[in-house]
């Protein structure tokens, strides 16, 4: 059975995204996105990609969820 990413988001997003489900937070620093590993690629790519789709906010300091990331990470999908 074939994996469906949701929403049209890569992997290496949702690795972000769940970056800040592993920490609990709801704000990250560049520094910690820079830190996100993923086999496929990581960085600040994806997490920019993200502010750009609205599921984080952006400013000088870091990245922020926003109501639309918060609400794919309350998602927990059970095979």
């Known amino acids: ?3 469906i990413i949701p929403n049209g988001l ?3 997003e949702i690795r972000v995204l769940q970056e ?3 920490r609990t ?3 990250l620093t560049r520094e910690l996105i820079e830190a996100v590993r993923h086999p496929a690629g990581g960085g600040l790519e994806p997490a920019e990609a993200l502010a750009g789709k609205g599921y984080l906010e952006s400013d ?3 990245f922020r969820l926003t109501e639309k990331g918060k ?3 309350a998602y927990d999908p059970v095979p």
């Open 20 to 22: 800040f489900r592993r």
């Open 71 to 73: 609400t794919f990470l």
């Open 10 to 12: 890569t992997a290496q």
């Open 60 to 62: 000088e300091d870091g």
């Open 25 to 27: 937070t709801d704000s």
């Open 1 to 3: 059975m074939a994996i």
